[in-house]
């Protein structure tokens, strides 16, 4: 019998279970370019309910209890009732939407940790070198958000060149004014965009941009298949310098890890074209936090968008909340009800693999035997210090 902690983000403050908007969710059969959706032996939930909160327990209890393991589902990610339950914890579950932290000293404070379990994808949150050294196995439910954080992404670019929050404000204010809401707003058409790290999110993102009528670059350690840059007509650069003076938006989708921490500095965004706009859906310690500020006030940078904050939950003053001109969400874009349902099962394959002693899919893996694996070997580095974004 194992001890499963799992650390999700409380529940509506309006009560649960919601009242849906919708009855269902489109039923999605496969990813792009082939890879199978999660296939848990069975799943205990309706697909399109409210599963990543508390009280969704991402629908794992009845699995869990009856194969006689003990659930602990809790909030408090950063208090005493965490640690306390780490302590004694097989597997911690956690989404990047309310990222447990599973630094190097807590790593320690955990002897009998075997799995840690992302519900969605991105495991900055647990220090990778710690958990290599430890003996650890990390996996994430690759491919269950990358098309919800996709769309959330471009319409984030939106949002910003087309300066869409301004004039959603002056609805709410009863005001009229076209010019102010117009003396910002451009067309997409006709842009250079950017993207940086075209892996699976960032790959989608080109797809659904291309019909715009913009030109596309990209960035990546990894060039594509030359097929799929004449397809999309893609501009490669080999590095991310050429890339931001080439173009007018940079939408960036690169895991977190030292050769990304802090990417975006004050000297790096002094060569963008003036007015350029970000889009970060990626993670928040890519980016200079102060330094995007100071850019916005100097107008070098139009417009900032995206929905990763560091740390997570931001303090109420966090500078991102009042900064000019941005468009940020709360971590929202990879857990939308529909991807959900696909991380949520996606959890309950992973533990079933690892519960029966059987394989966990190599497109889940970060961690593995010590090293770097799976999805983990060609996304992640790891230099032996400790993994930013791990320690809140
Ligand atoms: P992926 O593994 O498919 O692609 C990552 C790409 O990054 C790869 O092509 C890799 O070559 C490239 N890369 C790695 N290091 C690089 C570097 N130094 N410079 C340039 N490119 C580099 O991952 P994905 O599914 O596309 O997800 C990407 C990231 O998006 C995740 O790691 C996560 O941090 C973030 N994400 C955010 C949310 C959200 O809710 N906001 C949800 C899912 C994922």
């Not at 799995?115 to 969605?120: I, K, P, R, V």
């Not at 019909?211 to 007509?233: A, I, K, M, S």
């Not at 916005?296 to 931001?314: H, I, K, M, N, T």
Request: proline content about 7%; aromatic content about 8%; overall charge negative.
């Amino acid at each position: 019998m194992a001890k499963i902690l799992c650390v999700l983000y409380p529940d509506p403050v309006t009560g649960y279970p919601p009242e849906y908007a919708r009855d269902s969710i489109p039923l999605i059969e496969a990813y792009p370019g082939g890879q199978s959706i999660p296939s848990p032996a069975d799943i205990d939930f309706t697909p399109g309910e409210l599963l990543g909160c508390v009280s969704g327990e991402l629908g794992l209890r009845k699995y869990l209890e009856a194969a006689g393991h003990e659930l602990v589902v809790t909030s408090d990610k950063d208090g005493p009732e965490f640690e306390r339950h780490l302590a004694e914890a097989e597997v911690v579950i956690s989404q990047p939407f309310w990222p447990a932290y599973l630094s190097a000293e807590r790593i320690a404070k955990a002897p009998h940790l075997k799995l840690a379990l992302t519900a969605g994808i991105g495991s900055d949150h647990v220090d990778l070198d710690a958990a290599i050294k430890a003996g650890i196995t990390v996996a994430e439910v690759t491919y269950s958000n990358s098309i919800s954080v996709a769309e959330h992404a471009v319409m984030q670019i939106l949002t910003l060149v087309r300066n869409f929050v301004p004039s959603y404000k002056w609805v709410i204010e009863g005001g009229w004014n076209i010019a102010d809401c117009v003396e910002r707003a451009y067309d997409l058409e006709g842009m250079d965009v950017g993207i940086i790290a075209a892996g699976r999110i960032g790959q989608a993102v080109m797809r659904r941009l291309a019909p715009f009528g913009v030109r596309l670059h990209y960035f990546d350690t990894r060039r594509l298949p030359l097929e799929l840059e004449q397809e999309l007509n893609l501009t490669y650069h080999d590095s991310v310098e050429s890339l931001v003076r080439s173009v007018d938006v940079v939408d960036i989708h690169a895991p977190l890890h030292p050769k990304t921490y802090h990417m975006f500095d004050a000297d790096l965004l002094a060569t963008m074209r003036r007015g350029s706009y970000i889009v970060n859906t990626a993670r928040a310690e890519i980016v200079v936090r102060d330094d995007v500020v100071a850019a916005l006030e100097s107008g070098r940078l139009a417009g900032y968008a995206g929905d990763v904050w560091f740390p997570q939950p931001p303090a109420v003053d966090h500078p991102w909340r009042t900064m000019p001109h941005h468009a940020m969400t709360p971590h929202v874009s990879g857990t939308t009800l529909s991807a959900q349902a696909r991380y949520a099962a996606g959890t309950r394959e992973i533990l079933e693999d690892f519960f029966a002693g059987s394989p966990i899919r190599d497109e889940y893996l970060i961690v593995d035997g010590g090293a770097l694996a799976g999805v983990g070997a060609s996304s992640y580095t790891a230099d032996g210090s400790a993994s930013p974004g791990a320690q809140a």
